[in-house]
């Protein structure tokens, strides 16, 4: 499917954007990837310069684009991004702002410091939501469970200590970053649909079991201690407020991920 005008792909060079990029240009997509650093475009791809966070180049990014797909985020802030982006895109007469958020977002309370600083990103990802949602243009909104690169990070990162504390209580359903990155284009290619059902991965596994299927497949022994994290956030994440288990629609495994990722860097 051809299409005139490009779409534009934010965080296009970040672990989800540029798994969306071959998506796209697969299904015929003209291309425009807005990033901080500076990059050589290719064929059917575009690259522009510009900061979400000072607003530089924003305009630039999104003229004669109808749509966007917004993979840029970070672990706080988010709001303020989008709400930059939406300013730009509405006056730009953007058609479609498709948006990318985690599951758990409107029901992990972020209200005390402690909340804040352990589980802020919900509460980021929540009002980043209200902005789409209130911003006058088309959109639709994704909210997926935490990807399997970002937890092999995080358990590249813990198991560096000799003792790990594991969050008491918590489990995780991750899902494979390539899935959601289908789901994505599948969706910016339709008709815009607000907030669409949830995408997770296929099992829901404790913390320390994700842990320890990582050390065995580095052949490592780590111990692994019980921590139990104070506040309403941590609560809600151990009563279950981070899962979709009615939405268990990923194909890949934890395992399945590591064993293609078996030589790893520590």
């Known amino acids: 499917m051809g299409m005139t005008s490009p779409i534009l792909v934010t965080g296009g060079t970040g672990t ?18 807005l990033s901080r650093n500076g990059h050589d475009s290719s064929e059917g791809i575009e690259y522009v310069t510009g900061d979400l966070r000072t607003d530089k180049g924003i305009e630039a990014a999104v003229e004669g684009v109808t749509t ?8 706080k802030g988010d709001d303020v991004t989008t709400r930059t982006l939406v300013r730009a895109a509405s006056h730009a007469g953007v058609h479609h702002l498709v948006y990318i958020s985690v599951v758990g977002a409107d029901r992990v309370p972020v209200v005390s410091r402690v909340d804040r600083m352990m589980f802020g990103y919900f509460a980021s ?44 209580g918590v489990h995780f359903q991750p899902v494979d970053t390539e899935e959601v990155a289908a789901q994505l284009v599948a969706l910016a290619l339709g008709a815009p649909a607000g907030l669409v059902p949830d995408l997770a991965g296929p099992r829901i596994s404790s913390m320390a079991d994700l842990l320890r299927a990582y050390l065995r497949v580095r052949g490592r022994r780590r111990a692994l201690v019980p921590v139990r994290f104070p506040g309403k956030a941590a609560r809600a994440i151990r009563a279950g407020a981070n899962l979709a288990p009615d939405r268990a629609v990923g194909k890949r495994t934890w395992e399945d991920f590591l064993a293609e990722r078996s030589v790893v860097t520590a």
């Open 16 to 33: 989800l954007g540029r798994r969306v990029l071959p998506l796209l240009m697969d299904a015929g997509c003209g291309l425009r990837v």
């Open 68 to 75: 966007v797909v917004h993979c840029a985020g970070a672990s």
């Open 125 to 168: 990802k929540l009002a980043a939501e209200r902005v789409v949602a209130e911003s006058g243009m088309a959109w639709t909104t994704l909210r997926a469970t935490q990807f399997f690169d970002a937890f092999l990070k995080v358990a590249q990162q813990m198991t560096r200590l000799p003792v790990v504390p594991v969050a008491a």
